[in-house]
């Protein structure tokens, strides 16, 4: 098989991204749902390579959580969105908690997943934290779902969403859920 040449590609691609948008509508369908495959993956594989998950997770548990416990917003570290959760309380069935779903999918159930670490929680409470890193992909969505459960009830509080546009988080939504009817 012949070497391919993408130089003149790469060059127009780097120097006016809407080039991008052109070739994807020049595109049939079928060409365009391989390439989104491609480019996602290629994401996923460069953040699995080029990342140092170790120092970012480390750093993930020192300043990603606040004072009652819980985990702070994602934010992007690239080649990553950092993603802390955590339960905090008396026991399973009377806590508090808070977690990071990506596409309608808790991030630990993800496929995107590149690695997530728990880590009991000191203190007199029984909880645990965790950070999950996802690699950044375009159009992703994440909810941050917090939510109570006392009396083997569980009640979401507030739902903070975002999308990643351009290679940045920006919040969509935040909402209070009212615990009637939210399980």
């Known amino acids: 098989m012949a070497t391919r040449r993408y130089g003149t590609l790469i060059r127009h691609l780097r120097e006016d991204?809407?080039?991008a948008r052109e070739l994807a509508e020049k595109l049939p369908d079928e060409a365009l749902?391989?390439?989104g495959a491609a480019i996602r993956d290629e994401v996923s594989h460069r953040a699995r390579a080029n990342g140092d998950q170790d120092a970012v997770i480390e750093a993930a548990f020192e300043s990603g959580f606040a004072r009652d416990g819980l985990g702070l917003l994602p934010w992007i570290e690239s080649p990553f969105v950092v993603c802390p959760g955590g339960l905090v309380g008396k026991n399973r069935a009377n806590h508090r908690c808070q977690f990071v779903s990506a596409d309608d999918t808790w991030v630990w159930e993800n496929s995107d997943l590149i690695r997530e670490e728990k880590r009991s929680m000191p203190g007199?409470?029984?909880?645990?934290?965790a950070i999950a890193l996802m690699p950044i992909v375009e159009g992703?969505?994440?909810d941050v779902v917090r939510a109570k459960m006392r009396q083997?009830?569980?009640?979401?509080?507030?739902?903070?969403?975002?999308v990643i546009k351009k290679g940045r988080l920006v919040e969509v939504e935040r909402r209070d859920v009212s615990a009637r009817g939210a399980r």
């Open 17 to 19: 991204p809407d080039t």
């Open 33 to 35: 749902v391989e390439l």
């Open 124 to 129: 007199r409470d029984e909880g645990f934290r």
């Open 140 to 142: 992703m969505g994440l």
């Open 152 to 162: 083997g009830r569980h009640d979401v509080e507030r739902v903070v969403s975002f």
